[in-house]
């Protein structure tokens, strides 16, 4: 039988590890979720133990292990239309706002996991081009991720039902979804042309990605030490165009983080404008 346990030392160096690699702190007790999420690739990589595989991943011998490894740390819990007011806010006080200036819309889905969030930014710009014919200029949404298991998912735009029945009405489902068997559904192609997709590490230079109007950042700076959400933030501010829009997760903040935004409220939900 394989060993899958670890000790306090291998741990912290792991833990260690993953902070550098990608900011994601796991704090003292997580053991358990180390255990539970590498195990698998004890089997995959044919390695004697668990130690035998967090000592390849720190020390990188094994760089295909430790992409797969910093994969599996990575919580990419996800929803269509998460929190409702994100989208209802870019419908109808952000697009309008950021279309006055007559230029390509460009949006960053920055954490896109596997694809709901940057599709339902996407629905969302059709929708009001729907409503208000003529107000959008091009829209364009760069989903990116530090998962290329994530962002396989998204490039493919298939969801089985359990996927579907979160957060996505009949309506929405038929018409921006078709049938490819097995109760499964693929994005249309109407949505799909206005997202594309890249990888991308947070904690690293975004200065190839270019400038946006809006930036999705929701979900994954909970993870993150209160240094390194600084500096996501701050860096984010230089991503944007003046005068553009941030949206955090519904239980983030950017209090004692940074000063480059102003705070907006839009009853409901909060967002946030560059200074
Ligand atoms: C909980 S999901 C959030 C998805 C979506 N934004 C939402 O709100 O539903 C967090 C995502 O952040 C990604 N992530 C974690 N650390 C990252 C990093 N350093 N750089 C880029 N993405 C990261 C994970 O792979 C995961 O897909």
Do not use: H
């Not at 539970?36 to 991943?57: A, E, G």
């Not at 298991?149 to 969801?159: E, H, S, T, W």
């Not at 997202?195 to 190839?208: G, I």
């Not at 809006?214 to 944007?240: E, G, H, P, T, W």
């Amino acid at each position: 039988m394989t060993a899958i346990t670890i000790s306090d030392q291998e741990y912290k160096e792991f833990c260690r590890f993953l902070e550098s690699q990608c900011g994601i702190v796991l704090g003292d007790s997580k053991q358990y979720l180390v255990r539970s999420r590498l195990s698998p690739l004890v089997n995959k990589y044919n390695v004697s133990s668990l130690s035998t595989l967090l000592k390849d991943v720190v020390t990188g011998r094994n760089r295909d292990m430790r992409i797969a490894a910093i994969d599996a740390m990575t919580t990419n819990e996800t929803l269509w239309f998460r929190d409702t007011y994100p989208f209802a806010v870019l419908s109808e006080k952000i697009l309008p706002d950021v279309a006055t200036k007559k230029k390509p819309i460009k949006i960053w889905s920055s954490a896109s996991s596997s694809g709901q969030e940057p599709y339902s930014i996407a629905m969302t710009v059709l929708e009001t081009q729907q409503r208000k014919p003529g107000l959008l200029p091009n829209v364009s949404v760069t989903a990116t991720d530090i998962s290329t298991v994530m962002l396989d998912m998204c490039r493919a735009g298939i969801y089985d039902n359990l996927a579907l029945g979160r957060g996505l009405s009949m309506e929405r489902r038929r018409t921006f979804f078709e049938e490819v068997g097995d109760g499964r559904m693929k994005v249309k192609d109407n949505v799909k042309r206005l997202v594309n997709f890249r990888p991308q590490n947070l904690m690293e230079s975004y200065a190839l990605l270019g400038k946006f109007d809006v930036i999705f950042c929701r979900n994954v700076l909970i993870y993150f030490s209160s240094d390194m959400k600084s500096k996501v933030l701050n860096q984010m501010a230089n991503s944007l165009n003046p005068g553009g829009y941030l949206l955090l997760g519904a239980s983030e903040s950017l209090t004692g983080l940074t000063d480059r935004f102003e705070m907006v409220r839009c009853n409901p939900g909060i967002i946030y404008k560059l200074k």
